[in-house]
């Protein structure tokens, strides 16, 4: 018959329907990003105005921030879906699975990670971040949201129809290496150090992350179909 | 044994209570993780299969 | 691979024997280490809780890694007895990793002078400890008993990969903060009578965790198959 | 005549209970079965089944004579499954549910225009699908059986939610695709006036 569907063709329409959808429901996108930048704001009132204390501190307050603001993003990733029935075509589609669910994650990265890019480098001024480091800053938390994304996903698979604090407990222990990483990324380079190194250990992490997590995510997934 | 070296033993130089208290800490979690399957099992072998054998018995 | 009545009944035979012949075992050695075991000339007798300690973070990691494999041949083979094994094993490895804390804990306060350093062991030990808790939290809250062991087991899967990344960013971490001088790894190099009741602990530690482990599964096979036949005339 | 897809001795069990046991039947090519059975008996478990959708299947399933599991590709391509979940984002309109439905859609906007139009739903098409009614939602998945060419449709309960306008609606489309030369696959809790073979789930071991 005249439709047969190729992969990329499956993966076109995931990113399209995924991306028109939030699109269509701004909280998808708007809340970690609001909440993002509600939390910033909210360490220069608990501290104080000092300039030199809060700069100091802004790499982990960004970093601890963008933690927290992926978390609240996890539950939606595939609620809906699951909910509505679209997972099951997931898994009729002829295709292999982990890679759907990557462009899934990869659609979902796009509309809360990106965001949280934008804010993070909004709230370096407000923290008063030197300009030279915000290089440093944007590649850390590039790598690292993406990171986040896909063990967000993990996290909301394993916790599907249950609770919110479920994902948070399994994903926040996981996602230390991340945040040690992508903060001392950034304090190496307000120390004027080589911070090369923790970028490149970011980008390892990443890249072994895309194939292991979408698998694992797969995994879980399934679970809830027996 | 007299009572100096017995005191000793415990005592060691002020710092037994510190090595007693992680003892004590060991004993409490050893019991704690044999005493909760054993527990279990004995309500559910008491809840489950007490009527069956009196069952058998009817 | 054994069913599960078999299991349950080797199980069964071994535990009594086991059991006695482990928490001698455990007594023993930690006679010998707490006791006989000569005083250290730097650190005085605190150092005893070395025995203690060392063990039980041994166990706490190695506790890991038996639930990753076991959850890998659960997940690959689907053998129903892995899942079982792997959440048998959770809550034993969280709580001797809480040992391991505690223990460390109370050591560091003679010799540091301090409850607690950010140093990239305890760190990573922390770490450890908050991943036992998600597997635990995960186990209690499916319902379903074999539909929760492979949620546990992938978990547990993801954990292992992520614990060497853990242990090697924490250490960079610490390097960059660095404020402490503490280090466990600076501790004298023993001797022989020293090292003999730590191996004999650690031995003592292993046979202990097998005992509760088994305890435990014995508890899960029963819960599982309470209403077959078997389990009904073991106990009738 | 071919058959398009058949089972033998297909046993389904869901945590180690029975559910479907030695279950033989076959889709003719162009004809279609029913599935009859009341609620619980499992029929919805033998769609699954049918796609592969329950782990604990044991038996055959044979699609074109050949063992899905050598032809998983082709078979999945060739079939369009239909739940109880139909798919459908609240949050989007008309149109664009369908087109951006469950499946990489090839097809040309006039054909989704005239499925519209067809099962009714042609001046909602700007419409979001959150204000619309159940009935109205169902049309939306009745339309999308339309926009795209399968050889097998396994659809679960299309009669339900549906007044006597939307079932002669449905029988008109299954009749359609039938002289395509589709198959049906549907579940049903009574009989009804489908031309199919029927299978009768859940009362026969008692």
Known sequence: MNNRSNLTQWMLLILKKDLLLSYRRAATYMTPLIFFLIVVTLFPLALGPDKSLLSTLSPAIIWVTALLASLLAVESIFQEDYRDGTLDYFFISGEPIFILIFIKVLGHWMVTGVPLLIAALLSSLILFMSKDIIISLFISLFLGSFSLSLLGALGGALSLGRSAILSAIIVLPLSVPILLLGSATVFSAINYSDYSVYLFYMGAILSLAIPGLSLATVEAIKLNYE | MNNLTLYNLLFMDGQGLFVWSVFVVLLFVLIWNLYIPYKKLQKIISTDFSDISERGKN | ?236 | MSELLKTKNLTCKRSEKIIINNLNFAIPQGKNVEVIGSNGSGKTTLLRALLGLVPETEGEILWHGKNIKQVENNFYKSCFYQGHKLGIKKSLTVLENLKHPNFPLISKKEKLYSAAKKVGISDLMHRVSSNLSVGQIKRIALARLLICDFDLYLIDEPFTALDNEGTDLIQSIIAELNNRGSSFLVTGHRESELISDKIYLGDTDE
């Not at chain 3, 535990?15 to 005085?44: C, E, N, V």
């Not at chain 3, 150092?47 to 973070?57: C, E, G, K, L, M």
Request: hydrophobic share 55%.
């Open chain 3, 1 to 236: 691979m054994g069913s599960s009545p078999s299991i349950f009944r080797f199980i069964s035979t071994i535990f009594p024997w086991l059991f006695f012949f482990s928490i001698l075992f455990l007594m023993g050695s930690l006679f010998w280490g707490l006791f006989l075991a000569p005083t250290d000339y730097k650190q005085g007798d605190a150092y005893r809780i070395i025995f203690i300690h060392v063990p039980s973070a041994i166990l706490g990691q190695s506790g890991y890694i038996f639930m990753a494999v076991f959850g890998f041949i659960c997940l690959v083979w689907r053998v129903k007895v892995a899942g079982m094994i792997v959440r048998s094993i959770a809550p034993v490895g969280a709580s001797f990793t809480l040992l391991a804390l505690v223990s460390g804990s109370i050591w560091g306060k003679p010799t540091w002078g301090t409850w607690w350093v950010w140093d990239a062991r305890l760190t990573s030990t922390l770490i450890l400890f908050f991943l036992y808790i998600a597997i635990i939290s995960l186990f209690s809250v499916i319902e379903s008993k074999q539909k929760a062991d492979r949620a546990g087991s992938i978990l547990a899967l993801v954990g292992v990969a992520i614990i060497p990344i853990i242990k090697k960013s924490v250490d960079w971490w610490q390097t960059l903060h660095q404020s402490s001088t503490f280090s466990l790894s600076s501790s004298p190099s023993m001797t022989a009578d020293m090292y003999l009741p730590l191996l004999s602990c650690v031995l003592a530690f292993y046979l202990i965790f097998l005992v509760i482990v088994l305890s435990r599964m014995k508890l899960e096979i029963v819960q599982r198959e309470r209403s077959t036949n078997w389990v009904k005339d073991f106990y009738s």
